[in-house]
C-alpha cells in the first residue's frame, strides 16, 4: 500500500480485517519509511503488512525502481522503526517452508527444524523404496522471505491499467490512471495480479475485447485456480470502494476506490496457507 495514503488505504480495510496499525505504529512506520526511500532512491516505496509472531511480529514493506515489477526489495523490521532487507527467496527451501507447522517466533535468527517427507522410488524389482525422511534446519529470516514472496505471487492486486507497459519492456506505475469505472469495478476480470506474468501474452490479450498492448499483459485474477473462488469481491461505501479478500491466504485484502488512483493491498495475518480451501468449496 503507497504511504501516500496508507491511512486512508488502513482505514477502508480495517471494516474488513480485523487487525490494523495503532496510531502510534502508524507514524513510525510512515516516517521510517520515508527515509528508506530516500536513502535508497527508490521510485516508489509501500507497506506490504504485518506478519504475526509469538514474542515480536514482522513488519514488512519493499521499494521499487524504475521497473516496477522486476526490482522490487523488501524490507522487514520488528520495531517499525528499523528495517532490514530481506534475504532473496531461496526456492530450495519452498517445501521446508510450507511442511514447517511452528508459528513464528520473531527472531530472526532462530533456527527452526523441520523434518520432510520421505522420498520413494522403484528398485529393479519394482519393489517400493523408501528413503529416511530429511531433517532440514531453516533460519526464520529465510522462512519469512519465503512467506512474504509466496503472499505476493499468488495474492498481490492491481487494477486493470494501473500498471503501464513502455516499448522497452519497463513495467512502471501508470501516471495516467484514474481509477476503474462502475461497470468494472465489481468484475475479477479488471484486477490483474501483481507480478510478472505466468500466461501467454497473447491469451491474456484475448481475454479482452477492447485489448490494450501495454496494459493487459498481466495475469487477471479471474483466472486463478479455482477460477472465480480464489478471491471474494466485495462493494462497500455506498458501492464506490471494491474490497477483495483472498481466501487461498486469508489475510490479504485489496482496496480500490471508484475513479480514483487510490488502491493497494495489506497483509495481516500469522503467515498460514488455507491448506483446506477446496473442501470448503
Same mark, same amino acid.
Given at each position: 500500500?503507497?504511504?501516500?495514503?496508507?491511512?486512508?488505504?488502513?482505514?477502508?480495510?480495517?471494516?474488513?480485517?480485523?487487525?490494523?496499525?495503532?496510531?502510534?505504529?502508524?507514524?513510525?512506520?510512515?516516517?521510517?519509511?520515508?527515509?528508506?526511500?530516500?536513502?535508497?532512491?527508490?521510485?516508489?516505496?509501500?507497506?506490504?503488512?504485518?506478519?504475526?509472531?509469538?514474542?515480536?511480529?514482522?513488519?514488512?514493506?519493499?521499494?521499487?525502481?524504475?521497473?516496477?515489477?522486476?526490482?522490487?526489495?523488501?524490507?522487514?523490521?520488528?520495531?517499525?522503526?528499523?528495517?532490514?532487507?530481506?534475504?532473496?527467496?531461496?526456492?530450495?527451501?519452498?517445501?521446508?517452508?510450507?511442511?514447517?507447522?511452528?508459528?513464528?517466533?520473531?527472531?530472526?535468527?532462530?533456527?527452526?527444524?523441520? @523434518?520432510? *517427507?520421505?522420498?520413494?522410488?522403484? %528398485?529393479?524389482?519394482?519393489? #517400493?523404496?523408501? $528413503?529416511? !525422511?530429511?531433517?532440514?534446519?531453516?533460519?526464520?529470516?529465510?522462512?519469512?522471505?519465503?512467506?512474504?514472496?509466496?503472499?505476493?505471487?499468488?495474492?498481490?492486486?492491481?487494477?486493470?491499467?494501473?500498471?503501464?507497459?513502455?516499448?522497452?519492456?519497463?513495467?512502471?506505475?501508470?501516471?495516467?490512471?484514474?481509477?476503474?469505472?462502475?461497470?468494472?469495478?465489481?468484475?475479477?476480470?479488471?484486477?490483474?495480479?501483481?507480478?510478472?506474468?505466468?500466461?501467454?501474452?497473447?491469451?491474456?490479450?484475448?481475454? @479482452?475485447? *477492447?485489448?490494450?498492448?501495454?496494459? %493487459?499483459?498481466?495475469?487477471? #485474477?479471474?483466472? $486463478?485456480? !479455482?477460477?472465480?473462488?480464489?478471491?471474494?469481491?466485495?462493494?462497500?461505501?455506498?458501492?464506490?470502494?471494491?474490497?477483495?479478500?483472498?481466501?487461498?491466504?486469508?489475510?490479504?485484502?485489496?482496496?480500490?476506490?471508484?475513479?480514483?488512483?487510490?488502491?493497494?493491498?495489506?497483509?495481516?495475518?500469522?503467515?498460514?496457507?488455507?491448506?483446506?480451501?477446496?473442501?470448503?468449496?
Amino acid at each position: 500500500m503507497n504511504i501516500e495514503y496508507l491511512w486512508e488505504g488502513l482505514d477502508l480495510i480495517s471494516n474488513y480485517c480485523t487487525q490494523k496499525l495503532n496510531p502510534e505504529q502508524y507514524i513510525l512506520i510512515q516516517n521510517s519509511l520515508l527515509v528508506l526511500q530516500n536513502e535508497n532512491r527508490f521510485k516508489n516505496i509501500f507497506f506490504w503488512g504485518r506478519i504475526d509472531g509469538i514474542e515480536k511480529d514482522y513488519f514488512i514493506a519493499f521499494g521499487t525502481y524504475a521497473d516496477c515489477l522486476g526490482e522490487r526489495k523488501f524490507y522487514y523490521s520488528t520495531d517499525c522503526y528499523n528495517w532490514l532487507m530481506m534475504p532473496y527467496e531461496n526456492k530450495e527451501l519452498f517445501e521446508t517452508c510450507f511442511l514447517c507447522k511452528e508459528p513464528l517466533l520473531g527472531d530472526p535468527t532462530h533456527l527452526t527444524v523441520v @523434518k520432510l *517427507d520421505p522420498k520413494f522410488s522403484f %528398485d529393479e524389482n519394482q519393489i #517400493i523404496l523408501a $528413503t529416511e !525422511p530429511e531433517v532440514v534446519k531453516m533460519k526464520e529470516e529465510d522462512r519469512l522471505s519465503c512467506l512474504v514472496n509466496r503472499i505476493t505471487e499468488e495474492t498481490a492486486i492491481i487494477p486493470r491499467g494501473a500498471i503501464y507497459k513502455l516499448i522497452d519492456k519497463t513495467a512502471i506505475h501508470n501516471p495516467l490512471f484514474r481509477g476503474l469505472e462502475e461497470l468494472e469495478i465489481d468484475d475479477q476480470a479488471y484486477y490483474c495480479h501483481y507480478r510478472d506474468p505466468k500466461n501467454d501474452y497473447i491469451s491474456n490479450l484475448a481475454k @479482452k475485447p *477492447d485489448y490494450n498492448y501495454c496494459i %493487459d499483459f498481466l495475469d487477471t #485474477i479471474d483466472e $486463478t485456480f !479455482p477460477k472465480k473462488r480464489a478471491f471474494a469481491l466485495n462493494m462497500g461505501f455506498n458501492d464506490r470502494v471494491s474490497i477483495i479478500h483472498s481466501c487461498i491466504w486469508p489475510g490479504m485484502t485489496f482496496f480500490h476506490k471508484l475513479n480514483s488512483r487510490k488502491h493497494g493491498f495489506a497483509y495481516f495475518g500469522n503467515g498460514k496457507y488455507n491448506i483446506d480451501f477446496l473442501f470448503m468449496l
